[in-house]
Each structure stands twice: as C-alpha cells, then as structure tokens.
C-alpha cells in the first residue's frame, strides 16, 4: 500500500468489542491477568511497561519507517535519551552532529558527561571529519538531518557506513522531515528518532517521542529503557498523535510548498542578507538534500540586513506568524534560536557551527501562503 493509505490505516483495526473505527483510549494503570500460569498472555500487564493505545502508534510509526519496532516516549528528548542509555556505558565515546537541537546539546554535555560518557560535536556535512571523530571506544552515531536550526544536511548512507565500520549503532534524527520525505533506515541507518510533537502531530497539541529500529535487537535495547526509566507516552498522547498522523503526507505537501515560496521571497527582498533552504538552488547542500529525500521540507532560515537588532524588529513586528518554540504545526511558527531554542549553547559553540546571532528560524505552515509572505513583507518594511 501507498504511504499515504498507511499512514491512515497501519497499526490500527476497528475496536473488536463495539466496532469503533479508532482506537481507543486505554486509559488505565493495570491490566487484570486470566491466572498467574497465564501471565500476559493478552500482551499487557502495566502502562509502563506496554498499553495498548500507545502500541498502535507504535506499529504505525514502524510501518511508516519500514522499521521492526517502535518504542514511543513521553517527549522527544525523552527518545533521544532513550537511544543514549540503551548504547551507551561509562567510558563509551559517542558522535554528534556538530548543529543539533539544543536539547540534545544540552542532554550531552551537561548530563550524561556527568556519568563519564564522552561526546565529540562533528561536521556531519563532511563524512571524513565524522570517520575522523572515531575512537577505538566509539559505540553511537547520532546524525541529525537536516539540522536544527542551520538545515545542515547529513549524508546519512555514508555515515551509516562509517558506524557499521566502527562497530557502532547510527541513530537519525528525522524529525524535520518525517518518513514521508526521508527513510533513514533505508539508507543504513539503524535507528530514526521523531519529535512526534511536530510533524507527527501537527497541531501543537502533544509533546511526545519516538524510536523506530531496524533490528529487533536494537528495538529491544530501547524498550527496555522505555520501561526502566518509565518514559513512555501517555494514552491520550498516543491517540491524539494517531489522529495527526492520517494527514501527515498531505500537511508535509502543502507546508512544503509553502515553504518554498516564502523562500523565494525572501531571497529576492533587498532587505534580507541569506536565506536558507535546502529546496533553493542556491543550498550549498542542495543536490544531497535532493538525492536522499524525496522533498525539502518546511523549514527554513534567514537573516535581516543589520543582523540581530533588525531580527527582533521583524520578529516582534510579523503578524499571523507566531513567535513560539515548536515547528511543524499547521500554524506558521518564527523563533529566535539564540535566545530560544538553543539558549544553552555556549555563544563560542554557535558561533563555530553557524548559528549566528540574527538567524530567524521559520516553520511553515498551512495558512494561505499570500497571507504568510505578506505579513513578512510588512514586517520587514518596518526594520
């Protein structure tokens, strides 16, 4: 079937006790066993361990990455911390994209460097500099692409090779871009990771995360995290995202395009300095981003001659556009990543991975995009 039918259909069957067309919300602590020789035969004993609403968004996300199985978390740092502890040990050595959420910045160095696991920050653009990164202790690949905020690409199938080389397990980001643009696993990698928060739910109502793997070993590896550390997804969570994610081919299409013609735009107004999107020619990553995906994706950045003073003005002057921190949403969404997103990045660490001071990220979204350019085109009147 298409992906478009799966993503509608995959994971889910009418409830066989009255027949309701969704899933429904098990929204219970405990699950009473037939006897004790019985145990879990039906599958589930306790919600942190397995519930069954959360369960059908997992099947759901395995069948849209072409994956093995899926564990889903209470939020998306929750499933890159799951990653983390489910391959990593003290004195294990990991390699992370040098531009990445700040988040996982953040989860890196000022976390789990506490427990003696060491971290090296590398250009994920330049497959020698990431082969360079490799130590004899090297145990994870994280690759994030393309990359919050910079939109740096990634060359997932090359890297993919240098871990299996290493004897490490590459995970990939995929939350920009979601397995209806990008299949990560299909190109080596071992694991995908999503903010479901975003383009999975896409309607800023839910925080939640999630781990496809490839192999049922590493699947387990991560479940078994999941449930020790008791970071699964909630029930309603779960169904809410199971709603999102029946439109997700048709919101990524049209925020897509959205997306393109705002950076036209962008790129032909006399007050913006660059502009920054990898469906632009102009992308110094342009051909990598078109041979590993099938589409570009609706996010993008630029910056306002004048640099950061000339930023805020617009960003506190657009309308329609929301100044929030989340992308993906069916609403338009402008951040300010330095004081933002990624606030606790050192200021010498962004300055070396580009993420400079009068940077605007924007997230489009479904609004009619006349309306969107428009209100830019206003709001850069006004710098």
């Known amino acids: 079937m298409g992906f478009s039918t799966r993503q509608i259909h995959a994971g889910v069957t009418p409830d066989p006790l009255t027949g309701s067309i969704l899933t429904p919300i098990y929204q219970t602590t405990t699950y009473v066993q037939p006897s004790v020789d019985e145990y879990m035969t039906k599958g589930f004993t306790y919600s942190r361990s397995?519930?069954?609403?959360?369960?059908?968004?997992e099947l759901k996300l395995t069948d849209l990455e072409g994956g093995i199985d899926c564990s889903c978390f209470g939020t998306g740092m929750a499933a890159v911390q799951g990653v983390m502890l489910a391959f990593l040990n003290a004195g294990d050595h990991a390699v992370i994209s040098d531009v990445a959420y700040g988040g996982t910045y953040r989860l890196c160095t000022k976390v789990l460097s506490r427990f003696g696991v060491e971290f090296t920050f590398a250009d994920g653009s330049d497959p020698e500099a990431v082969a360079a990164a490799v130590r004899d202790n090297t145990k994870l690949f994280l690759t994030e692409t393309p990359a919050n905020p910079t939109m740096k690409c990634s060359d997932i199938a090359a890297i993919s090779a240098i871990a299996k080389k290493a004897g490490a397990v590459h995970a990939v980001d995929n939350t920009f871009l979601t397995p209806y643009y990008q299949r990560p696993l299909e190109m080596g990698a071992d694991m995908s990771i999503h903010s479901t928060t975003k383009y999975m739910d896409g309607h800023n109502a839910t925080v939640g995360g999630a781990v496809i793997s490839a192999t049922a070993e590493h699947g387990d590896a991560v479940r078994f995290i999941q449930n020790s550390t008791g970071s699964i997804m909630s029930p309603q969570v779960a169904w809410l995202t199971l709603q999102g994610c029946k439109t997700l081919s048709l919101r990524m299409d049209q925020q897509s395009a959205n997306a393109m013609a705002i950076a036209q735009f962008l790129e032909a107004h006399p007050k913006v300095e660059q502009v920054c999107y990898p469906g632009l020619e102009s992308f110094a990553q342009h051909e990598l981003a078109k041979r590993q995906a099938s589409g570009y994706g609706a996010m993008l950045w630029f910056e306002v001659k004048g640099g950061l003073e000339a930023g805020k003005k617009l960003m506190d002057?657009?309308?329609?556009?929301?100044?929030?921190?989340?992308?993906?949403?069916?609403?338009?969404?402008?951040?300010?990543?330095?004081?933002?997103?990624?606030?606790?990045?050192?200021?010498?660490?962004?300055?070396?991975?580009?993420i400079i001071d009068g940077l605007v990220r924007l997230s489009a979204g479904l609004e009619d995009v006349e309306d969107l350019i428009d209100a830019l085109d206003k709001a850069l009147d006004q710098v």
């Open 317 to 354: 002057a657009v309308e329609i556009w929301s100044l929030a921190e989340n992308l993906g949403s069916v609403e338009s969404l402008i951040t300010h990543p330095v004081t933002m997103t990624h606030a606790d990045v050192e200021e010498a660490e962004r300055a070396r991975v580009g």
């Open 50 to 57: 397995g519930n069954p609403t959360v369960r059908a968004l």
